[in-house]
């Protein structure tokens, strides 16, 4: 995987060059951005990058040390190899052909994984199949994706003790091929205390060692481990990003693509559930919600509780995401006006009704309250009490227009 299959985030890229070509490259980095970003597949392509053979000579001839850990390289006016950047890694040399294969004998991976029987004690090498099948058709994919693509269903992935003991002696062996020794450690947030065997080597790796975190969630990764990490953000993808990406890979109409891009906010993955469940009918189910909510009461809500906790986690994700696009555009109208924001007809009249049920305030604490929902679905909450829980905090957030914070 190359920059350049990687959607947008060219100044991250122009970032990730600029350290490697400077000699500034810390031992560890923390990739930190939100799902959909594209954080996993920029880290692979980075690796990529640093083992291309094309690249490291170059580095080699800019500096007498292959090494990527020293100082400012002096250039060589005799030498033009040092005067342009390679800003991506070739492609066809051996080293890239196994980078782009995830067979490359330098490049290691870490990631949650489950037991596939009891007593087992898995490591990530044990779906390594898996995980090269996974990546090649979902390289935007999260970690619920990954979890039920090997078959987890509602077991919680890990990244365990053995797990540890195993990267400690991967990366204390010699590089087979490269001169450097990459492990990418994707969601450092399974760690638990275990992940605590890894400081010593974080902090004082072997030479030639990088690792490289990709993380959603700062918060969630130990203090001692994120301490020693350097942090690269990466943001959310530009819309026209994930507008072009469809238009290209989905096969979207422009029109399409845009509509979607503009709900997904900045989110690929996203993007790309919305087209696959586009023929959904999310207006109808969202409006005998408010309904049920406002109208038709108990009996009701019930009756429509039933039938969205039926739909299964993901379309009921999906869901959420659109009401919160219709909410966020609600707002847009009050504030710039209808004639600046461009909508699908449906989409501005919904909106616009919206506006008359619930103000600016309401609308906030609606969407903090949809947030919240998509993160306990994510997390495998029962949807019926979910559901219900929402209603009834979206009842007191609309009929009795005030903001509601109930537990």
């Known amino acids: ?34 799902e959909g970003n594209g954080a996993l597949p920029l880290a ?49 040399c051996a080293s890239c052909q196994k980078a782009q294969q995830l067979v490359h004998p330098d490049i290691h991976f870490s990631y949650p994984v489950i037991p596939r029987k009891s007593g ?7 779906y390594i199949q898996e995980w090269r099948q996974f990546l090649s058709e979902t390289p935007y994919g999260n970690a619920y994706d990954w979890l039920q693509f090997i ?11 053995y797990e540890c003991n195993e990267i400690i002696r991967k990366l204390n062996l010699k590089s087979f091929e490269s001169g450097f020794k990459i492990l990418v450690l994707w969601m450092p947030e399974y760690l638990g205390n275990e992940g605590n065997k890894l400081l010593k080597l974080i902090e004082e790796p072997p030479a030639d060692t990088l690792f490289i975190l990709v993380a959603e969630n700062e918060s969630q990764i130990l203090a001692t481990i994120l301490s020693r990490t350097q942090l690269v953000k990466i943001p959310a993808l530009a819309t026209e990003a994930i507008t072009e990406a469809l238009i290209t890979n989905a096969k979207c109409t422009p029109e399409q693509a845009r509509s979607v891009a503009s709900i997904a906010a900045g989110n690929y993955r996203e993007a790309l559930q919305l087209i696959r469940h586009a023929e959904e009918d999310w207006q109808s189910l969202l409006r005998d919600w408010l309904n049920s909510i406002l109208k038709n009461g108990p009996v009701a809500q019930v009756k429509w509780i ?44 919904f909106a616009l009704r919206l506006n008359k049920i619930a103000g600016f305030e309401q609308q906030e604490a609606i969407i903090e309250e949809l947030d919240k929902a998509a993160y306990y679905i ?22 009795h227009k005030q903001v509601a914070r109930l537990m």
Do not use: W
């Open 1 to 34: 995987m190359s920059f350049k299959d990687i959607i947008g985030q060219q100044d991250a890229k122009e970032h990730l060059v600029g350290m490697v070509q400077q000699n500034r490259l810390s031992h560890a980095l923390l990739f930190l951005g939100k």
């Open 44 to 92: 692979i392509a980075f690796a990529q990058y640093i083992v291309c053979e094309k690249v490291s000579r170059k580095n080699t001839l800019a500096n007498s040390s292959a090494s990527l850990f020293g100082e400012e390289p002096e250039q060589d006016a005799s030498n033009p190899n040092t005067g342009t950047t390679l800003m991506d890694a070739c492609g066809v």
């Open 120 to 126: 087992d004690k898995p490591v990530s090498t044990d």
């Open 151 to 161: 078959g987890a269903e509602n077991k919680q992935g890990n990244i365990t003790a």
């Open 306 to 349: 039933d039938e969205v906790s039926k739909l299964g986690r993901e379309k009921q994700k999906q869901f959420l995401l659109y009401f919160n696009h219709l909410l966020e555009q609600a707002i847009r109208l009050q504030a710039m006006g209808t004639e600046a924001v461009h909508l699908p007809d449906n989409e501005r009249d």
């Open 378 to 399: 994510e997390r495998n909450a029962n949807a019926k009490m979910l559901f219900l829980a929402l209603t009834i905090k979206l009842y007191h957030i609309i009929a």
